[in-house]
C-alpha cells in the first residue's frame, strides 16, 4: 500500500525557518518525481515544488522561490521542504504527493505562522 | 490567483448531472494531460481522472473527464450525497515547469 506521510508542521514566527519531512512506503520511491502542494485557510489547492526522482530537476511556484528547498533522500525514501523567511501567508496545509500524475497524496501537515 | 479557471459553485439533487468546467491556456491544458481530484478539507485530495479522460482502478464510473483544446470538464453523474466535495483540475504548465490547479469548484448536493 502506497503511503505518505508529513511531518514538521508547527507554529512558527515570522522570518523563521521549518523543514517539513514526507515519509514514502509501498513503491519505488526513487523512481518518482514528487511534489508539495499546499492549501491555506478557504483557499484552494496551490503547487509549489517539485522534484525529479534524481533530484535533477528543481522548479518552485513564484511565491515561494529563493525561501524553500526542495530536497530528496531516496536511500531513506524521505521528501523535504526546507522553509525559510517564513511569512504569515505561508500558513496551509502542506502535502506530499506522488507525481506524475499526482496520484497519491499524504494527509498533510499544518504550518502556521505568526507575525 | 491560479491561471486555471474553475467555477466557484455547482449543485444538484440526488440522481442529477452535474458539470465543471475548467479553463486553462496553451501552456498547460493546451499541452498537457488533466487530472481531477476530490477534496474533503482536512483530507488527501483524491484523483478521480487522470490523463484527462481515464479513471483510475477504483473511480466509479459516475466519473468522467473530457479535454477539448484549453478546456477540460469533469461530469458526474447520478449526484449521490456523499459526492459533495471541492474538485480541482490540474495539469503541469510548461511555461512554469510546475503543475497548475484550478480555482476549484464546490459541489453542493441539495
Known amino acids: 500500500e502506497v503511503q505518505l506521510v508529513e511531518s514538521g508542521g508547527v507554529l512558527a514566527q515570522a522570518g523563521g525557518s521549518l523543514r517539513l519531512s514526507c515519509a514514502a512506503s509501498g513503491f519505488s520511491f526513487s523512481t518518482n518525481s514528487m511534489v508539495w502542494v499546499r492549501q491555506a485557510p478557504g483557499k484552494g489547492l496551490e503547487w509549489i515544488s517539485y522534484i525529479s526522482s534524481s533530484s535533477s530537476k528543481v522548479s518552485y511556484a513564484d511565491s515561494v522561490r529563493g525561501r524553500f528547498t526542495i530536497s530528496r533522500d531516496n536511500a531513506k525514501k524521505s521528501l523535504f521542504l526546507q522553509m525559510n523567511s517564513l511569512r504569515p501567508e505561508d500558513t496551509a496545509v502542506y502535502y506530499c504527493a506522488r507525481a506524475a500524475p499526482l496520484d497519491y497524496w499524504g494527509r498533510g501537515t499544518l504550518v502556521t505562522v505568526y507575525s | 490567483q491560479s491561471v486555471v479557471t474553475q467555477p466557484p459553485s455547482a449543485s444538484g439533487t440526488p440522481g442529477q448531472s452535474v458539470t465543471i468546467s475548467c479553463s486553462g491556456n496553451s501552456s498547460n491544458i493546451g499541452s498537457n494531460y488533466v487530472c481531477w481530484y476530490q477534496h474533503f478539507p482536512g483530507t488527501a485530495p483524491k484523483l478521480l481522472i487522470q490523463?484527462?479522460?481515464q479513471r483510475p482502478s477504483g473511480v466509479p464510473d459516475r466519473f468522467s473527464g473530457s479535454k477539448s483544446g484549453t478546456s477540460a470538464s469533469l461530469a458526474i453523474s447520478g449526484l449521490r450525497s456523499d459526492d459533495e466535495a471541492d474538485y480541482y483540475c490540474?495539469?503541469?504548465?510548461?511555461?512554469?515547469?510546475?503543475?497548475?490547479f484550478g480555482t476549484g469548484t464546490k459541489v453542493t448536493v441539495l
Open positions: 490523463r484527462s479522460n
Open positions: 490540474a495539469a503541469w504548465d510548461d511555461s512554469l515547469s510546475g503543475y497548475v
